[in-house]
Protein backbone atom coordinates (compact mmCIF):
# COMPACT_ATOMS: atom_id res chain seq x y z
CA UNK A 1 0.00 0.00 0.00
CA UNK A 2 2.79 2.37 0.60
CA UNK A 3 4.53 1.99 -2.54
CA UNK A 4 1.13 2.43 -4.47
CA UNK A 5 1.21 5.97 -2.70
CA UNK A 6 4.71 6.79 -3.48
CA UNK A 7 4.13 6.13 -7.35
CA UNK A 8 0.79 7.99 -7.36
CA UNK A 9 2.40 11.03 -5.58
CA UNK A 10 4.98 10.85 -8.11
CA UNK A 11 3.18 10.68 -10.88
CA UNK A 12 1.19 13.83 -9.78
CA UNK A 13 4.41 15.46 -8.96
CA UNK A 14 5.72 15.00 -12.34
CA UNK A 15 2.73 15.86 -14.04
CA UNK A 16 2.09 18.94 -12.06
CA UNK A 17 5.73 20.02 -12.90
CA UNK A 18 5.73 19.26 -16.79
CA UNK A 19 2.26 21.01 -16.68
CA UNK A 20 4.12 24.06 -15.29
CA UNK A 21 6.50 24.20 -17.62
CA UNK A 22 4.77 26.26 -20.61
CA UNK A 23 6.39 27.41 -23.85
CA UNK A 24 8.46 30.04 -24.15
CA UNK A 25 6.98 33.54 -25.45
CA UNK A 26 8.08 35.70 -28.59
CA UNK A 27 8.72 39.23 -26.99
CA UNK A 28 6.47 41.99 -28.58
CA UNK A 29 7.72 44.74 -30.88
CA UNK A 30 6.64 47.98 -28.66
CA UNK A 31 7.99 50.55 -31.45
CA UNK A 32 10.57 52.93 -31.66
CA UNK A 33 11.52 55.71 -29.16
CA UNK A 34 14.01 58.44 -29.32
CA UNK A 35 13.48 58.79 -32.62
CA UNK A 36 16.33 61.36 -34.49
CA UNK A 37 17.17 61.97 -37.54
CA UNK A 38 20.68 64.39 -37.92
CA UNK A 39 21.29 65.96 -41.30
CA UNK A 40 24.85 65.82 -42.55
CA UNK A 41 25.43 68.28 -45.43
CA UNK A 42 22.69 67.56 -48.29
CA UNK A 43 23.58 64.25 -49.36
CA UNK A 44 23.12 62.31 -46.04
CA UNK A 45 20.88 61.77 -43.10
CA UNK A 46 21.25 59.71 -40.00
CA UNK A 47 18.33 58.32 -38.33
CA UNK A 48 18.67 56.88 -35.09
CA UNK A 49 16.40 55.36 -31.88
CA UNK A 50 15.91 52.67 -30.03
CA UNK A 51 13.47 49.43 -30.63
CA UNK A 52 11.69 48.38 -27.75
CA UNK A 53 10.70 45.34 -27.07
CA UNK A 54 8.75 43.22 -24.41
CA UNK A 55 9.63 39.98 -22.61
CA UNK A 56 6.40 38.58 -21.27
CA UNK A 57 8.34 35.79 -19.83
CA UNK A 58 8.92 34.43 -16.51
CA UNK A 59 12.56 33.84 -17.43
CA UNK A 60 15.35 36.14 -18.82
CA UNK A 61 15.84 36.31 -23.08
CA UNK A 62 18.63 37.13 -24.67
CA UNK A 63 18.60 39.25 -28.41
CA UNK A 64 20.80 37.68 -30.54
CA UNK A 65 20.66 39.58 -34.01
CA UNK A 66 18.17 42.33 -35.67
CA UNK A 67 17.45 42.15 -39.44
CA UNK A 68 15.40 45.35 -40.61
CA UNK A 69 14.19 46.60 -44.08
CA UNK A 70 14.08 50.66 -44.19
CA UNK A 71 11.87 52.11 -46.10
CA UNK A 72 11.04 55.75 -46.88
CA UNK A 73 7.63 57.10 -47.92
CA UNK A 74 7.05 53.22 -49.44
CA UNK A 75 10.31 52.74 -51.21
CA UNK A 76 13.14 50.36 -49.49
CA UNK A 77 16.08 52.21 -48.75
CA UNK A 78 18.29 50.04 -46.98
CA UNK A 79 18.76 46.69 -45.10
CA UNK A 80 20.37 47.00 -41.83
CA UNK A 81 21.71 43.86 -39.91
CA UNK A 82 23.14 43.97 -36.34
CA UNK A 83 24.38 40.86 -33.88
CA UNK A 84 23.67 41.56 -30.43
CA UNK A 85 24.17 40.12 -27.24
CA UNK A 86 21.19 41.83 -25.05
CA UNK A 87 20.00 40.43 -21.97
CA UNK A 88 16.18 41.17 -21.72
CA UNK A 89 15.00 40.58 -17.86
CA UNK A 90 11.31 38.80 -17.52
CA UNK A 91 8.30 41.12 -17.97
CA UNK A 92 10.46 43.72 -18.79
CA UNK A 93 11.10 46.10 -21.75
CA UNK A 94 14.48 46.14 -23.30
CA UNK A 95 16.03 48.33 -26.34
CA UNK A 96 17.76 47.85 -29.10
CA UNK A 97 19.87 50.71 -30.65
CA UNK A 98 18.98 51.79 -34.14
CA UNK A 99 21.63 53.28 -36.28
CA UNK A 100 21.20 53.90 -40.28
CA UNK A 101 23.09 56.79 -42.51
CA UNK A 102 21.11 56.99 -45.64
CA UNK A 103 22.58 59.09 -48.57
CA UNK A 104 21.19 60.75 -51.54
CA UNK A 105 20.99 57.35 -53.97
CA UNK A 106 19.74 55.07 -51.58
CA UNK A 107 16.50 57.84 -51.07
CA UNK A 108 16.49 58.09 -54.83
CA UNK A 109 16.34 62.10 -54.60
CA UNK A 110 18.61 64.75 -56.45
CA UNK A 111 20.26 67.83 -54.18
CA UNK A 112 17.61 70.22 -55.04
CA UNK A 113 14.27 68.23 -54.36
CA UNK A 114 16.40 66.86 -50.61
CA UNK A 115 17.67 70.71 -50.33
CA UNK A 116 13.80 71.87 -50.34
CA UNK A 117 12.51 69.34 -48.29
CA UNK A 118 15.45 69.83 -45.39
CA UNK A 119 14.16 73.68 -45.76
CA UNK A 120 10.43 73.18 -45.87
CA UNK A 121 10.45 70.79 -42.85
CA UNK A 122 8.52 68.38 -44.49
CA UNK A 123 7.85 65.23 -42.65
CA UNK A 124 8.60 61.90 -44.02
CA UNK A 125 7.22 58.35 -43.43
CA UNK A 126 9.51 55.61 -42.48
CA UNK A 127 8.82 51.70 -41.90
CA UNK A 128 10.57 48.97 -40.71
CA UNK A 129 10.28 46.33 -41.12
CA UNK A 130 11.73 42.63 -39.81
CA UNK A 131 12.76 40.38 -37.78
CA UNK A 132 14.80 39.78 -34.25
CA UNK A 133 16.52 36.86 -33.40
CA UNK A 134 15.88 35.61 -29.75
CA UNK A 135 17.40 33.24 -27.62
CA UNK A 136 15.72 31.28 -24.99
CA UNK A 137 16.16 28.06 -23.16
CA UNK A 138 19.29 27.49 -25.08
CA UNK A 139 16.52 27.48 -28.34
CA UNK A 140 16.16 30.57 -30.77
CA UNK A 141 13.67 32.17 -32.87
CA UNK A 142 12.55 34.64 -34.41
CA UNK A 143 9.92 37.31 -33.80
CA UNK A 144 8.71 39.56 -36.87
CA UNK A 145 7.69 43.80 -36.15
CA UNK A 146 6.70 46.02 -38.39
CA UNK A 147 6.55 49.70 -37.48
CA UNK A 148 5.76 53.35 -39.07
CA UNK A 149 6.68 56.40 -38.34
CA UNK A 150 6.40 60.32 -39.54
CA UNK A 151 9.66 61.90 -39.14
CA UNK A 152 10.55 65.57 -39.60
CA UNK A 153 13.84 66.46 -41.74
CA UNK A 154 14.67 69.63 -41.35
CA UNK A 155 18.37 71.28 -41.20
Do not use: H
Amino acid sequence: MNQLWTKWLMIVGVTVMIASCAAPEAPDFKGIKNMKVNVEGLSRARLNGDAVFFNPNDRKITLKKVDVEVSVEGQKVKDISREFDITAEPNSEVTVPIDVTLTLEDLNMNLLSTAMSMLNGEEKKIRYKGKARVKMYGVSFSVPFDYEDDVNIAL
